[in-house]
């Protein structure tokens, strides 16, 4: 959510501005704006909607400067419009952000009291009240930032210009990321690095607590007492990285596209395809010793840990406790030194994730990132990190992140049964050879089924509910399908455990609800056949995700039935997740809906 850039530069920065916003689109955005000083008088563009709604508006009316600051906005606090879009400005302060103010309610009142006069119902609009006050009231503006920091409370990441100093952005972090590019007599900021990536590839990120002071001449960083701390530097691999739709329609579907290859990179780091075995990876974590596991996250990558649990539980014979990281932070869950934890996330920041990981921190345990972005705060709080090695994913919609996901999961799975001894050799070898098919079957299979699931999204695209179904790994992959469809087509859908159809969900089926049954042949099939007679009993509209002997083993009447190859049980969730993404990706094609950028979504959700 809520995208920043920042430049002190030798040359006009407005157009580099608004490029590496785009960079930011994939968090998610509802309005966007740029701001610069020019010859002592500072300046600013701002429009709803899209980026080039605000292009639109710099071609009209240019922003000349080299030193500025731009914004896309996710609306938390006032509706998306353009007075409500960043940058935000009082009496000679801009100042963007990105979270929440907790107490601006209070400041606000107490500003408003003192005769300010707001413009806007962002909370955001109370910081730059507070830096004009401190300013009024002789600080300097270091000495303004400092105690405006020290007023303020919540999830920020803050960057502010002064009309009066135009060499000079300061920035603060406590919470949502923030990362300073180091460049030859110039300095960028960003929310991460894939913004700076075309600036400069030397990366400074800043922790909770940090204040920055960039000039041409470097990054000075405080503390919030104004005390110096030094954060070293390192090099970013995102630029090694191609932020394109090359042919695609959409990033979504190039990301779906992209998953044999990514995912061959990603196991090449966990499996020696050699020998068939899994590596000895980051050993802060001695599965064999553990007395068991605590798994937190959000959305696509929590349903991915449910899967994980299946196969920690199955395979190494540890007990895995795992929730929601919202609920599982406040659950005060008892743990013990003996367990470990598992914290998974694409971006690293995830807000409620990050806040269950330092829970666990504080009880003792040692704590494991599964993340995309290894420079992440996540990663970096972590014992252990299990990069998963995605790449950039750009559809807010995670796809290729997810089987990523499951693939390092299922990696560390074995070798934790190996470990545990609860995995033969023979065992390993077995499934660490299904694990070196699947990139192969992966592509066959979004060959073989692109022609049938784009005719079927046609149809499926004229209901308003469908009902998804699974036993076994399979009930997470059918919450899973649930959430793409109406995360991209806004068709309601709910995912549920098919043993438990006839507990509620049954009540809603008929001739206009769909039911997409997600059931491999495998020890479940039997049992999730009987509950689609149920289905097809009461006129429900089946369609039937299996492979080649559950295809040729149900003769029950359906909508379609998309047969995939036979694979083994460990395989079978990343094979069958490509026709449940593909289909919510052809149905919300043909509804005309923002695939890559869903509305109210955002990418990274760095806020609780």
Known sequence: MCGIVGIVGNSPVAARLVDALRRLEYRGYDSAGVATVHEGRMDRRRAEGKLFNLEKKLDAEPLPGTIGIAHTRWATHGVPNETNAHPHFVDGVAVVHNGIIENFSELKDELLAEGAVFESQTD???????????????????????????????????????????????????????????????????????????????????????????????????????????????ISQASAFMVDKGNHRHFMEKEIYEQPEIISHALSHYIDFATH?????????????????????????????????????????????????SEFRYRELPLSPSQAALFISQSGETADTLASLRYCKDNGLKIGAVVNVKESTIARESDAIFPILAGPEIGVASTKAFTCQLAVLAALAIGAGRARGTVTAGDEKAMVKHLAEMPRIMSRVLNDIQPQIEALSRELSRFKDVLYLGRGTSFPLAMEGALKLKEISYIHAEGYAAGELKHGPI???????????????????????????????????????????????????????????????????MIFSLPIQLLAYHTAVFMGTDVDQPRNLAKSVTVE
């Open 124 to 234: 955001t609009e109370v910081v730059a009240h507070l830096l004009a006050k401190y300013t009024r009231q002789g600080l300097d503006h270091r000495a303004a930032m400092l105690a405006t920091l020290n007023r303020v409370s919540g999830a920020y990441a803050l960057v502010v210009m002064f009309e009066d100093d135009p060499g000079t952005i300061m920035a603060a972090r406590f919470g949502p990321p923030l990362a300073i590019g180091h460049g030859r007599g110039e300095m960028f900021l960003g929310s991460d690095a894939i913004a700076l990536s075309p600036f400069t590839n030397e990366i400074t990120y800043l922790v909770d607590g940090d204040c920055a002071v960039m000039t041409h001449k470097g990054a000075e960083i405080i503390d919030y007492d104004g005390k110096p701390v030094k954060r070293q530097s390192q």
């Open 277 to 325: 075995t899994v590596k000895a990876n980051d050993t802060a974590i001695d599965f064999g010793k553990v007395s068991g596991l605590a798994i937190a996250a959000c959305g696509t990558a929590y349903l991915s840990g449910l899967i994980g649990k299946y196969w920690f539980e199955r395979y190494a014979r540890l007990p895995v406790e795992i929730d929601v990281a």
């Open 507 to 573: 009540a809603l089926i008929d001739e206009h609800m769909p039911v997409i049954v997600i059931a491999p042949h495998d020890r479940f099939f039997e049992k999730t056949v009987s509950n689609m007679q149920e289905v097809a009993a009461r006129g429900g509209k089946i369609i039937f995700i299996t492979d080649e002997k559950g295809a040729a083993a149900s003769k029950l009447p359906t909508m379609a039935t998309i047969a995939l190859p036979n694979v083994d049980e460990i395989i079978a969730p």
